[in-house]
């Protein structure tokens, strides 16, 4: 993606079901877990890079032994900081203590790190803030070892301010506003509850209060707790969970906006928000591979008995579409294909931009995650020139020489490498002052290629701000002078902002929005901006549900190719000589190419939650007022 987009997280989460000296026979050593989750947690980097975070749980530990252990980093490297800091501490164990070195019982009763319950975490700095306290797994301490708990997710709550106000009215001090603490103390309410009351029961029934230990872990119901916990939750969300004694759960959103896939068999249980992060990481096939549905939670007790649970009632499925155009990995099967029906999908107004002509256009994308769907172009461009190529032979009526047919047939598309992006300057990009130049140098360009007779056509995988395009690529791109440049994004126009987890947070920094805007001013139109705030303040005392989301009437007057065309004028400007072009994918392609995931109210305003509605009214109200805040 040509705008940086930052995504908050991934989540990864290991529970094995054999004792650990089952794994050190088998593979050859008990830190099985801890080695599958550093491959986890890598093959899942492409979630957050800000940030990193493991903790482990081991089972049935004597009174006295440490049975939890965590580790978070923010270093450059974080996912390499935490897991050399592992590596570092059980070396050394070893080192001091040799008789540790094949007595599995003697590694897990004195080297932290090795347990059967593990769960790691990849983030994003959101916000601006990127301090250790922000990063997961978060951890609820207690000395009853049911009521420890730790937790992290993939999620945003819309409505945290109600729901910190839920924890004051049932008696709680929260430390802090932030989502991950409410949402933790939240399920820590509800848990310390059910321990509580498990326990007066034992008692009623005649346990001493060392025999209710185990007994409170069985009984212990997470579904019950979670279904409490989760009943007031507005959000796209993956929440990951440990209780101190080994039970484990992973509950997702009603509406499926985030995901999560996993997998069992004798040996593990696994968790992740990447399907083919299973699949490489444990060598498993597709199809055994399951994703998580909506609303309900794949829970393991510490027996190892394992159910999938609906917790909350399930909604319209609006998983998160922008998953399937650029966050997710590629290398998922389902994924690969849909990003190469984008590029496919988008070929006809391609071709419309050029006039056909395909003999005097390059083809090329903005690297990396545009190269699959430039692969699905490319393929609708040899279908068109097949076509053409056939047509042309037919009408020769078998009269063509064969150096005539040689040289239709020798006509294929224009591939190069245009834009090649030189990562390391993403860094040294801070400082307001020296930004547009740095910007401009993000990316290069490959010279010598490019006649001025020649379109120039480059997909994208979505225009968020359009900054890097303005700024660097199409300035750069008229360097090679070519006639026109067509700029293709696989996505939709991005104009509304997202709350469900991904950092878009300000309307006025979308490039769709700043359009429209610049087409009310052109039409003598721009009172409808007045006339939405005042809509949008009317509603600002509403209840979430009755709440209507009037940002759409910024752009109800006109269609998309006009708002494509103002984008187009927007990105191009007098600096630049070359005919410049913004084509984006129409709504109903997406939805075409990615039919589990119809997730789309970034680009139509459509939120399935009630909290979205009052989101992007705030976001409006912020702008409208000239408020440098987030809307959340």
């Not at 068999?265 to 060598?283: C, G, H, K, L, M």
């Not at 990995?329 to 389902?334: F, L, T, V």
């Not at 001025?452 to 900054?467: A, E, K, M, Q, Y």
């Not at 939805?591 to 009052?614: I, M, Q, S």
């Amino acid at each position: 993606m040509s705008d940086a987009l930052k995504h908050e997280c991934g989540i990864a989460l290991i529970r094995l079901l054999k004792p650990l000296e089952y794994y050190k026979e088998k593979y050859g050593s008990a830190f099985y877990g801890v080695n599958k989750m550093y491959l986890m947690m890598e093959k899942q980097h492409n979630r957050g890079q800000d940030g990193a975070g493991f903790a482990s749980i081991k089972l049935d530990t004597a009174p006295g032994e440490r049975y939890i252990s965590r580790v978070r980093s923010i270093a450059q490297q974080p996912i390499q900081d935490i897991f050399a800091q592992i590596n570092e501490r059980i070396n050394e164990e070893l080192t001091t203590h040799p008789e540790y070195q094949d007595d599995v019982a003697l590694q897990k009763k004195n080297i932290p790190y090795i347990g059967e319950v593990l769960l790691g975490h990849v983030r994003y700095g959101t916000f601006g803030k990127n301090s250790v306290e922000s990063v997961h797994p978060f951890l609820r301490q207690n000395n009853w070892m049911h009521r420890n708990l730790i937790v992290a997710g993939n999620f945003n709550m819309t409505n945290v301010n109600e729901l910190f106000d839920n924890l004051i009215e049932i008696g709680q001090h929260p430390k802090e506003k932030a989502d991950t603490i409410t949402v933790m103390e939240k399920i820590g309410h509800f848990l310390d509850d059910a321990v509580s009351k498990i326990y007066k029961d034992l008692k009623k029934e005649g346990y001493n209060k060392n025999e209710c230990s185990p007994l409170i872990a069985e009984r212990l119901k997470v579904g019950k707790i979670l279904k409490h916990a989760a009943k007031n939750w507005d959000g796209g969300y993956a929440m990951a969970g440990l209780l101190g004694h080994g039970d484990s759960f992973v509950l997702r959103d009603p509406s499926g906006i985030r995901p999560a896939y996993y997998y069992k068999d004798d040996e593990i249980v696994v968790v992740a928000s990447e399907r083919p992060v299973i699949q490489t990481v444990f060598n498993v096939p597709f199809e055994e591979v399951k994703e998580l549905d909506p609303g309900h939670a794949i829970i393991t007790k510490k027996s190892g008995e394992t159910k999938i649970k609906k917790i909350l009632e399930p909604l319209e499925r609006k998983a998160c579409s922008f998953e399937r155009v650029y966050f997710s990995r590629g290398s998922d099967a389902e994924i690969y294909q849909e990003r190469k029906m984008l590029g496919r999908l988008l070929m006809p107004k391609v071709l419309k931009a050029i006039n056909n002509d395909t003999k005097n256009s390059v083809f090329s994308y903005i690297p990396n995650t545009a190269e699959t769907s430039f692969f699905g172009m490319i393929e609708s461009v040899e279908d068109h020139l097949n076509k053409k190529k056939t047509e042309s032979i037919l009408n020769g009526d078998g009269k063509l020489s064969s150096e005539k047919v040689t040289e239709i047939l020798s006509e294929r598309p224009r591939i190069e490498k245009i834009a090649i992006k030189d990562v390391k300057l993403r860094t040294f990009i801070t400082e307001d002052s020296s930004r547009d130049d740095l910007v401009a140098h993000v990316y290069d360009v490959t010279y010598g290629v490019i006649k001025p007779t020649d379109n120039l056509v480059i997909i994208d995988d979505s225009i968020v701000r359009g900054t890097t395009l303005k700024k660097s690529i199409i300035k750069m791109m008229d360097r090679l002078n070519p006639k026109k440049i067509v700029v293709v994004s696989s996505a939709p126009q991005i104009r509304y902002i997202d709350c469900y987890g991904i950092d878009m947070a300000n309307l006025e920094t979308l490039i769709a929005f700043k359009a429209a805007l610049e087409l009310l001013k052109d039409n003598n139109q721009y009172h409808i901006v007045e006339d939405i705030y005042k809509k949008c303040i009317a509603q600002v005392q509403m209840k979430d549900k009755n709440i209507i989301n009037y940002v759409k009437e910024i752009y109800a007057n006109f269609t998309d190719e006009q708002i494509s065309d103002k984008i187009s004028e927007l990105l191009g400007g007098d600096d630049i000589n070359a005919e410049v072009k913004i084509i984006f994918q129409p709504v109903e392609n997406l939805h075409k190419a990615c039919p589990k995931n119809l997730g789309d109210w970034y680009f139509t305003g459509d939120y399935p939650t009630v909290g979205g509605n009052r989101v992007v009214n705030r976001a409006f109200i912020n702008f409208y007022e000239g408020n440098n805040e987030r809307a959340y």
